[in-house]
Every structure is written in C-alpha cells, then in structure tokens.
C-alpha cells in the first residue's frame, strides 16, 4: 500500500495559478492510473485528471478544467503534479491526489484504494 500526500494548497485570488504536488512513498512508476480529485463540501469527489501507466500513457483534464489544468507525473521524484492555471472562485475545494496499481476503472472515487489526506485551495475573487 503505497502512502500519498498532497502539499501546495494555499489562497489565491481569481485568475492566479498553483501548483500542486502528490508524493508517493514508493515507486508509483508502474501504477497503472494516478489521478486529482477535488471535493466541495457537501458533494461528491470528483475527479478533475488522470495520467495512465506511469505517464507514459495518456494523461488528461476533465472538461471542467480542460485548458486550464494540467496533470504531469515524475517518476524519479515520485511526483504527481497537477499546474493549475487561470483559477476560478469555483475551483475552491479540497483537492486529493489518488492511485491505482492494476488495470481497471480509474473514473470514479471507488476506482482507487490509494489516497492522500488532501489540500485545501482557496480561490476568492
């Protein structure tokens, strides 16, 4: 069971940028999907982006933050990052990075057994 944990929450105002930071405990290079959720209190977790096979698959941003944010995987560091640019009001939330070793779904929050206890971004405008 690999440990993760988030870091680089912080406040910010409209249309600034972060960066996030995911650290792995172990080798997370042959992880078959890691992932960034956020959750808004009182609704669900949703996921916002996913690198596939070590990032060396396909990575991607969810529509919501699709040209805004961008995940990216280091594995030399154990790294997963999520560059979050041009951020909104509605971006304010807890945001969790997650992982899944073996092939499968990796869309929904009980896709992944590996969590970190997340990081709060604050977002005013």
């Known amino acids: 069971q690999v440990q993760l944990e988030e870091s680089g929450g912080d406040s910010v105002q409209a249309g600034g940028s972060l960066r996030l930071s995911c650290t792995a405990s172990?080798?997370?290079?042959?992880?078959?999907?890691m992932a960034w959720f956020r959750q808004i209190p009182g609704k669900e977790r949703e996921r916002i982006a996913v690198?596939?096979?070590?990032?060396?698959?396909?990575?991607s941003a969810d529509s919501s933050v699709k040209g805004r944010f961008t995940i990216s995987q280091d594995n030399a560091k154990k790294n997963l990052y999520l560059e979050m640019n041009s951020l909104k009001p509605e971006d304010t939330a807890m945001y969790y990075c997650a992982a899944r070793k073996y092939l499968g779904g990796c869309a929904s929050r009980d896709d992944f057994a590996n969590w970190g206890p997340g990081t709060q971004v604050t977002v005013s405008a």
């Open positions: 172990g080798d997370i290079s042959d992880f078959y999907c």
């Open positions: 690198s596939y096979r070590g990032g060396s698959g396909t990575s």
